[in-house]
Nanobody, 122 residues
Framework: VQLQASGGGLVQTGGSLRLSCAASGRTFSTLSMGWFRQAPGKDREFVLAIDRSGFRTNFADSVKGRFTISRDNAKNTVNLQMNSLKPEDTAVYYC????WGIGVGSDEYMWWGQGTQVTVSS
């Protein structure tokens, strides 16, 4: 499975960004998808996940009410809509894939994209 993330950039506090991740190499509907992020000097942390069907999601408390995840199985993409961005959201964002489940552990995800930088200025 190959994952290609895009959509990062620089945004002001309170702004919005939409990240996308394109998947290839396996039937997309057989993959659960997640987003993680890693800020400088910090461990990689779970952000959001979505199951194969798109009906179940899981999210970190830190992004509740601000970030949403969605997927388009016809286009083999998963999206991360980020609203009301804060400086503490600054990080490299990674999309990841697993065969089932929407757990938060990074070691449960088998495939990873290259990451895209999100910077929120204060």
């Amino acid at each position: 499975v190959q994952l290609q993330a895009s959509g990062g950039g620089l945004v002001q506090t309170g702004g919005s960004l939409r990240l996308s991740c394109a998947a290839s190499g396996r039937t997309f509907s057989t993959l659960s998808m997640g987003w993680f992020r890693q800020a400088p000097g910090k461990d990689r942390e779970f952000v959001l996940a979505i199951d194969r069907s798109g009906f179940r999601t899981n999210f970190a408390d830190s992004v509740k009410g601000r970030f949403t995840i969605s997927r388009d199985n016809a286009k083999n993409t998963v999206n991360l809509q980020m609203n009301s961005l804060k400086p503490e959201d600054t990080a490299v964002y990674y999309c990841a894939a697993r065969l089932w489940g929407i757990g938060v552990g990074s070691d449960e995800y088998m495939w990873w994209g290259q990451g895209t930088q999100v910077t929120v200025s204060s």
